[in-house]
Every structure is written in structure tokens, then in C-alpha cells.
């Protein structure tokens, strides 16, 4: 016996000396990090008169008179609803590495569409609901448009963006975007404003004002990213030292930046920030909120009107029946100063 044990020792020695060594995983690729500079500024808005009110949608006591060939394509041929959503924005919609599941606030909303559409209740694990991840920069792309389809066309890359049928993703409603990408949105399910966030020490930093010189990010082709470039230009008149807007393809990666003192502030919806500080409570949240306010929508193309008309009529229910409040106090109640939900506002 002792024969036998000194052999399988032996064997076992052997067999580690001989073991290949464990192969090394690359290094993850940093998220790209343009200085505004020399990232084009975004498209301006058209005259008033063209675009009063994109927040005003279409009535859904409407579709009862019209055809239905969007929603009727979605329920009986697809038998599938294809969601855009922003899976790493917690609070709005981040998917449970556990689980598996997606949860947030715009995955209430996205689930309740789903379950009206098909007539049951539907998870997010349910074949009739696909959710696809869209990095903020891209997020309209995946609509189709006219102009959406044009642009695919004439753009090699933005070919490879799925096709979805509506996107839920914090999407502010602009004038720019419905003429850039030719959307109509939803009657709005939320209003937020703008906030800064800094990592902890930062005492000197109250508003963007404090920032000359200094990094601040915001998510690629957002109204955040916007606003941040009409600060800097208004500082370089002021003959101020300006801040450096910094872009990024998804405004996530913004908090992996300022983790890493790459930048040292992230401008962009405080509800957004709420969750990122979930995230890393060694992160600070400002009280700072810009003056001014603007509403989410759900953007869907302008040639879907009967679907426009039908998710209007899903919200509607939802703030009769209370559930978009409940929701809406469940995924933000950490944030004292969130503003109220939005009534909605119709053309027709």
C-alpha cells in the first residue's frame, strides 16, 4: 500500500510539473473618449413654428377609427414586441446578472405595453418580448424611419444597429430629434432635469461653473451633451476658463471614467446619477440641478401612428389605475427632488 501511495504521488507531481499554464484573458477595451472639440455639434433645432410642442401626441381615443397595421403586425404576424432599452442605467432598466431578468421603472412600462398587447401578463423572459441593449449614442438609429433607413444606406456601420419598434431609454423629447431621425414620440412618462456628480473630496465643485478646465462627461448625443457644449462656448465668450465636454458612447461608462480619474464630473439626468451612486456610494451627487426641465417619451417611427396612438392609451390606463405612479415612486424614492409625472398633452 505505501508502494502504491508513493506512486500516485509521484504521478500527481509529475502531472503539475507538466500542467500548461492558464492563458491570460486580454485586457477589456476602454470606452472611446471624445473631447467635444472634435465631435460635430449636434443638428439645431427647427423654427417653432414647425415643431411647437413634440411632447403634444397623438390621442389614442383615435384608434378606434383608423387601421391598426403596426400593432396588428406586432400581436398576430411577429407575435413579438422588439423594445429598445438602456440595460445599464439602474432604476430605468438594468438586467439582473442573477436572474437573468430586466427590471426598472421603463421595464414596468415596457411590461405592461407587452401584457396589453398580447392580452396576459408577459415577464421579460418571455419569447414575446425581446429587450435590446442600445448604447445612448446609437439608441434612435434602431428605429425605422424613412430617414433612419436612408441613413443605413449612406452609413456602412449603422447597419449593424437592430431594428426595434419602439425605444424606451430616457429619450428626452427635442424638436432636433424628431426632424434628425424622423420619430413621433409618446405622451411623456417623465420629467427630470440635469445634476453633477464628482467623486468624494471634490469640496470646490458646486455647478458646472466651478469646472473650468476640468473633464466633465455626458453620454454621446444627448441633450446632457448638448448643454454641455452651450456651457463651454458661453464660458470661452465670457473669457473663462471653460470645461472640457467629454463624450461617450454610453453615459454607464461615464462613472467608470470618473471611477478612474479620467474625468472629474458627469453631467447628466439626476435620475440617471441616482442610480449610478447606487452603484459606488464613494461617488457624490450634487445638489445642483439645472434650472431648466425636460420630459421622456417613448420615441417610435412617424410612420407607426396607430402603434404612437396605442402606447398612449397603455399610459393612459396606467395613471388611471395609479400603477405608473407606484412605479415611478418605487424605482426613484431615493431621489427627493424628482419632479412630477407629466400630464399628457394630444393633437387630436
Not at 251 to 266: F, H, K, N
Not at 291 to 316: H, Q, Y
Request: glycine share 6%; charged share 25%.
Amino acid at each position: 500500500m505505501r508502494v502504491l501511495l508513493a506512486v500516485m504521488a509521484m504521478m500527481l507531481v509529475l502531472s503539475g510539473c507538466t500542467a500548461p499554464e492558464p492563458v491570460a484573458r486580454p485586457n477589456r477595451t476602454p470606452p472611446t473618449v471624445e473631447p467635444l472639440d472634435f465631435v460635430a455639434d449636434p443638428k439645431p433645432s427647427p423654427p417653432v413654428e414647425q415643431c411647437p410642442d413634440p411632447g403634444r401626441s397623438l390621442n389614442p381615443a383615435g384608434l378606434a377609427r383608423i387601421q391598426t397595421p403596426t400593432v396588428n403586425r406586432i400581436r398576430n404576424d411577429d407575435k413579438r414586441l422588439v423594445v429598445g432599452v438602456s440595460q445599464t442605467a439602474p432604476l430605468f432598466s438594468r438586467r439582473d446578472l442573477t436572474t437573468g431578468k430586466a427590471t426598472g421603472y421603463e421595464v414596468d412600462i415596457v411590461r405592461r405595453l407587452a401584457q396589453e398587447l398580447f392580452g396576459e401578463p408577459i415577464d421579460t423572459n418571455d419569447p414575446r418580448l425581446r429587450l435590446v441593449s442600445l448604447p445612448t449614442g446609437g439608441r434612435l438609429n434602431a428605429l425605422d424611419t424613412a430617414k433612419n433607413r436612408a441613413a443605413r444606406e449612406a452609413t456602412p456601420k449603422l447597419k449593424d444597429i437592430p431594428v426595434v419598434d419602439m425605444v424606451i431609454a430616457d429619450v428626452s423629447i427635442t424638436c432636433a430629434r424628431v426632424q434628425t431621425y424622423g420619430l413621433r414620440y409618446s405622451a411623456p412618462y417623465l420629467t427630470t432635469n440635469t445634476g453633477l456628480m464628482v467623486r468624494q473630496g471634490d469640496h470646490d465643485v458646486h455647478s458646472p461653473e466651478d469646472l473650468g478646465g476640468r473633464k466633465v462627461c455626458s453620454g454621446s448625443g444627448t441633450t446632457n451633451s448638448d448643454e454641455m457644449i452651450e456651457i463651454r462656448d458661453r464660458q470661452r465668450a465670457e473669457q473663462k476658463t471653460p470645461v472640457i465636454p467629454v463624450s461617450v458612447n454610453d453615459t454607464s461608462e461615464c462613472l467608470m471614467l470618473l471611477q478612474r480619474g479620467q474625468v472629474d464630473a458627469i453631467y447628466t439626468d439626476v435620475l440617471i446619477l441616482a442610480g449610478f451612486l447606487l452603484q459606488d456610494p464613494t461617488t457624490v451627487l450634487l445638489p445642483y440641478r439645472d434650472p431648466g426641465a425636460g420630459e421622456a417619451g417613448i420615441a417610435i417611427s412617424d410612420e407607426d401612428t396607430d402603434l404612437v396612438r396605442f402606447v398612449n392609451g397603455v399610459l393612459d390606463k396606467m395613471r388611471a389605475d395609479g400603477s405608473l405612479q407606484a412605479s415611478y415612486d418605487k424605482w426613484f424614492k431615493t431621489v427627493d427632488t424628482r419632479r412630477p409625472i407629466p400630464p399628457s398633452r394630444y393633437v387630436d
